[in-house]
């Protein structure tokens, strides 16, 4: 288990070596060194190492990692080497792309149960699942010792479910909704606003030169305006 000491910025990283990892094992890859890595990845060969030693020593000076030993224990250290039973919350469109991913794509997560508080979605199925009604979450949270939640519903509702889940003893939340939740101590929650994302992403579609010359210009505008309407 990693120590509290270690940033969030470094575990969020090992998720990506793991999946690098798979996708070089499946090319039956089985050596790999830093700078490699850092090709593939995007992070610097030296935060790389940084990173992974953290956790031990796991490669070879001049040789580089096995592929296999490091993928092992990468889905060690993130708690990964059994399957983690999950919750969704909220089965619109979002909602129920996460479970249809979750349930066809990752190996590492197990849906068990998603629920909604809207009519219209409560009976209908994703794959296998049945949406239920979000008043018997607490239960399935019990039953099933789930720690994991995923929410992917609207702003003016996270809390609330937030609230919810936590209080039966959910410890870690996926939050997909545009808020910020406030949590007790010791609940960790990863946001992921794909508004924030696609918004931040269009800046880097069109000229960007271009458009901070149009934006400087038009605040050295505006300020000789003010200066001229000011005399």
């Not at 479970?99 to 149960?113: E, G, I, M, Q, S």
């Not at 199925?125 to 979000?134: A, D, R």
Request: aromatic residues 6%; proline residues 4%.
């Amino acid at each position: 288990m990693p120590n509290r000491s270690i940033s969030k910025s470094v575990i969020k990283r090992l998720p990506i070596y793991l999946r690098i990892l798979d996708q070089l094992i499946r090319r039956e890859v089985e050596i790999i060194s830093s700078k490699e890595l850092s090709n593939e990845s995007g992070f610097t060969a030296e935060q790389i190492r940084k990173d992974l030693a953290y956790f031990g020593a796991f490669g070879t000076r001049g040789s580089g990692y096995n592929t296999v030993f490091l993928r092992e224990k990468i889905i060690k250290i993130i708690g990964l080497d059994s399957v983690t039973d999950t919750i969704v919350i909220g089965a619109g469109n979002l909602g129920t792309a996460l479970t249809r991913y979750n349930l066809t794509k990752n190996p590492y997560v197990n849906v068990v149960a998603v629920f909604d508080k809207n009519p219209d979605l409560i009976g209908k199925k994703i794959h296998n699942i049945e949406v239920l009604p979000i008043e018997k979450s607490p239960e399935i949270i019990k039953k099933h010792g789930i720690k994991v939640c995923l929410i992917s519903v609207p702003g003016d509702s996270a809390q609330e479910v937030a609230d919810l889940v936590v209080e039966h003893g959910v410890k870690a939340i996926l939050n997909f909704a545009p808020v910020k939740l406030s949590v007790p101590e010791g609940v960790h929650v990863h946001n992921a606003d794909l508004t924030i994302e696609l918004q931040s992403l269009i800046y880097y579609s069109s000229a960007e030169e271009e458009r901070l010359t149009r934006l400087k210009k038009e605040m050295k505008d505006s300020h000789s305006s003010k200066s001229f309407t000011h005399e």
